[in-house]
């Protein structure tokens, strides 16, 4: 299985090489994964206090927000309340309800590389890409219904996921707002970790996925993708068993 690979804001694909590079090397013991790096186009400085945690540049993203920015919210003022979607409303309101540009081409990109290069069957995200792929996703099943282009991703990978674009709109979407009609409907397999301040958003993006094809695992770190080599395994054989169900069909 063929893998897109989607780095997180302020990152590059070289960048996100390395970052993914023990889960890859565990993942390919067997010889059945393969991966494409693609990273954002728009060039990026990440803010100065932060600039440490994502290394040296260049930084690239794959949107911008016209209009208030979720992706310089202060993790530790995240809101916390009694369920993700309500965390995340609130956490959208106080980032003043941004609504991000150039998401159409960069769709329009992706899907143009899952058409050109069709042995790609699967996605890895991590945060904003993480994002990014579950947009993708959507954005699949609407051309499904709208245009009869039948989907290419058959699986998902989302470490330290955050909830999909409006394809259309732009807005951040949460699931018990936005209409049935984008549940995510591939296997995933959600990779977050309990101490990550901003879990609830990736427990949206889950609740917007099928419970019957969907799991979690739980590294029990920050927003980061794990390293250790025993987790790093671990996660390697989890997903193992995913992807062989869905050769196995």
């Not at 920050?222 to 054989?237: F, N, Q």
Request: glycine residues 8%; negative net charge; proline residues 8%.
């Amino acid at each position: 299985m063929k893998f897109l690979c989607l780095p997180g804001a302020y990152c590059s694909a070289k960048g996100f090489t390395a970052q993914l590079g023990p889960f890859i090397s565990s993942l390919q013991q067997n010889g059945e994964a393969n991966f494409k790096f693609v990273q954002g186009e728009i060039q990026v400085h990440p803010p100065e206090e932060h600039a440490a945690f994502f290394g040296p540049p260049p930084y690239y993203s794959f949107c911008q927000a016209g209009k208030g920015d979720l992706g310089k919210f202060n993790m530790s003022d995240f809101p916390r309340r009694e369920s993700p979607e309500v965390s995340m409303r609130e956490a959208i309101e106080l980032a003043d309800n941004p609504e991000y540009l150039h998401v159409a081409p960069v769709l329009d990109r992706l899907i143009k590389i899952l058409d050109e290069e069709k042995d790609i069957e699967a996605v890895i995200g991590y945060s904003e890409g993480a994002q990014i792929a579950a947009t993708l996703l959507i954005e699949e099943e609407r051309r499904r219904k709208e245009q009869g282009r039948e989907p290419r991703l058959k699986f998902a990978i989302l470490f330290s996921g955050w909830p999909p674009l409006d394809p259309i709109k732009g807005h951040i979407m949460v699931g018990d707002e936005d209409s049935d009609e984008y549940e995510i409907s591939i296997p995933t397999c959600h990779v977050i970790g309990a101490q990550d301040p901003f879990l609830d958003g990736s427990m949206v993006l889950y609740n917007m996925c099928d419970p019957d094809t969907s799991e979690i695992y739980d590294h029990g770190g920050g927003h980061m993708i794990p390293r250790v080599k025993k987790t790093v395994d671990d996660l390697a054989s989890f997903v193992r068993e995913q992807m062989d169900m869905i050769v196995a069909g």
